[in-house]
């Protein structure tokens, strides 16, 4: 159909770089601070995941980070991830995903480790969901 899929917040507001590992270090506006991936429980499970991202990653000789963003790219052609970062530090990682080839067994590999739908928590506050009423 020609059309690009942009995948927003492709590391998951900074999960999946393998940083976040208490929301009480994030400063006090932190929109985490409110997520629900970001709670108790679902942190707790969310962590879990992310530690299996980061054992594939140190095979690999990667971050997290760059794994996961190698991961959608190789999901097809018409992806391309918008990562944002305050660090040019991290910039310059992420754009070294492209450099990380995956095959179909390290594709296997970390789908079978972070399968689809696994993450523990709906993705905005509920109050966020709500529509307003005009």
Do not use: H
């Not at 992806?79 to 910039?91: A, D, M």
């Amino acid at each position: 159909m020609g059309i690009t899929f942009v995948a927003y917040s492709p590391l998951g507001r900074g999960f999946l770089s393998g940083t976040i590992k208490d929301t009480d270090k994030l400063p006090p506006e932190d929109y985490r601070r409110t997520s629900p991936r970001f709670q108790g429980e679902n942190l707790r499970r969310n962590l879990e995941l992310e530690r299996r991202l980061e054992q594939l990653a140190a095979e690999k000789s990667c971050t997290p980070a760059q794994l996961a963003l190698a991961w959608l790219l190789a999901q097809g052609d018409d992806i391309v991830p918008i990562p944002g970062t305050k660090r040019q530090k991290f910039l310059e990682q992420n754009t070294r995903a492209v450099d990380l080839q995956l095959d179909r067994e390290d594709l296997a590999r970390i789908d079978q480790a972070i399968p689809r739908g696994a993450t523990a928590g709906e993705r905005y506050p509920e109050a966020a969901m709500r529509r307003v009423n005009l």
